[in-house]
């Protein structure tokens, strides 16, 4: 396994395999990479012949006050992770590799609508972040495939719009959320977590549950139960930042009608957010 800082460098490997006709996956991330990460690599590996893995802390998608300075720079442990899951090439580069104008100049990428609400509500900017480093990043790595997390739910559905309306020929497709065996979303940001709070920090995923149970059992005031949902958060220790019932497709809110629905929240711990969802077919 290799890993390159540059862009130049990065192009010139991959010209080779091409010039082979092997296959590329890419798997996007910011590092500090746990399971849930490559279990990602792991099912590009077996869609492609090489898998490039980024690494790039993203400054374009962090707000103002969030934890860009702080965030978990861990290369090295990443590397040995990377090397026994089937990865090919590591890309790392600087922010300076990637915005050499900086931000300021930069030319962004809007994907409207699916961006609006849940986490776009609660981050402003943070999708145009996303959706501008992920299409520098596939049309650097031009690969033929790329892996996210299921995790991120409105994320996911803002690239695979953002692919669809942008005609970037990229399959796009989703990894299946990696959990610990309380239930909790694997997540980097669990690090941040005291002991008391990781504790607590399971109500997120066992909230989801409930109210899924809920609609399975014929309930549709998802409005209510959001608000019971919302209110079983806060009584156990979290506070709530949103917690939506959606069409699975839109991320509209969920009528009776709807069939394909999907739970997202968000929810703080102290001063972590905790983010997770679940998918159900009525």
């Given at each position: 396994?290799?890993?390159?800082?540059?862009?130049?460098?990065?192009?010139?490997?991959?010209?080779g395999y091409?010039?082979?006709?092997?296959?590329?996956?890419?798997?996007?991330?910011?590092?500090?990479?746990?399971?849930?990460?490559?279990?990602l690599?792991?099912?590009?590996?077996?869609?492609?012949?090489?898998?490039?893995?980024?690494?790039?802390?993203?400054?374009?998608?962090?707000?103002?006050?969030?934890?860009?300075?702080?965030?978990?720079?861990?290369?090295?442990?990443?590397?040995?992770?990377?090397?026994?899951?089937?990865?090919?090439?590591?890309?790392?580069?600087?922010?300076?590799?990637?915005?050499?104008?900086?931000?300021?100049?930069?030319?962004?990428?809007?994907?409207?609508?699916?961006?609006?609400?849940?986490?776009?509500a609660s981050?402003?900017?943070?999708?145009?972040?996303?959706?501008?480093?992920?299409?520098m990043?596939?049309?650097?790595?031009?690969p033929?495939?790329?892996?996210?997390?299921?995790?991120?739910?409105?994320?996911?559905?803002?690239?695979?719009?953002?692919?669809?309306?942008?005609?970037?020929?990229?399959?796009?497709?989703?990894?299946p959320?990696?959990r610990e065996?309380?239930?909790?979303?694997?997540?980097s940001?669990?690090?941040?977590?005291?002991?008391?709070?990781r504790?607590?920090?399971p109500?997120?995923y066992?909230?989801?549950?409930?109210?899924a149970?809920?609609?399975?059992?014929?309930?549709?005031?998802?409005q209510?139960?959001?608000?019971?949902?919302?209110?079983?958060?806060?009584d156990?220790?979290?506070?709530?930042?949103?917690?939506?019932?959606?069409?699975?497709?839109?991320?509209?809110?969920?009528?009776?009608?709807?069939?394909?629905?999907t739970?997202?929240?968000?929810?703080?711990?102290?001063?972590?957010?905790?983010?997770?969802?679940?998918s159900?077919?009525?």
């Amino acid at each position: 396994m290799r890993t390159v800082h540059s862009l130049k460098e990065l192009r010139t490997i991959l010209r080779g395999y091409r010039q082979q006709g092997k296959t590329i996956g890419l798997v996007p991330t910011m590092g500090n990479l746990h399971e849930g990460h490559i279990s990602l690599v792991r099912k590009a590996a077996e869609m492609a012949d090489v898998v490039v893995t980024s690494i790039f802390v993203n400054p374009m998608q962090f707000g103002a006050g969030e934890d860009l300075e702080t965030y978990p720079r861990t290369l090295t442990e990443d590397q040995d992770k990377l090397a026994s899951a089937g990865n090919t090439l590591v890309f790392a580069p600087s922010a300076e590799e990637i915005y050499p104008e900086g931000l300021a100049s930069q030319t962004q990428v809007v994907v409207p609508d699916v961006s609006d609400g849940h986490c776009g509500a609660s981050r402003p900017g943070h999708f145009e972040g996303v959706a501008t480093v992920v299409t520098m990043l596939f049309n650097m790595v031009q690969p033929d495939f790329a892996v996210f997390g299921e995790k991120d739910f409105q994320q996911l559905a803002v690239i695979r719009k953002m692919v669809r309306d942008l005609m970037i020929p990229v399959d796009v497709v989703g990894g299946p959320t990696v959990r610990e065996d309380d239930g909790l979303a694997k997540s980097s940001r669990n690090g941040y977590l005291t002991p008391e709070e990781r504790q607590i920090a399971p109500a997120v995923y066992q909230t989801l549950q409930a109210t899924a149970a809920k609609i399975t059992d014929g309930r549709t005031d998802f409005q209510a139960l959001e608000s019971e949902a919302e209110q079983s958060l806060g009584d156990a220790g979290l506070r709530p930042d949103y917690f939506n019932i959606v069409n699975s497709q839109t991320l509209k809110p969920a009528t009776a009608e709807d069939r394909e629905i999907t739970i997202l929240t968000a929810a703080f711990l102290g001063t972590t957010r905790l983010i997770d969802n679940l998918s159900l077919t009525r």
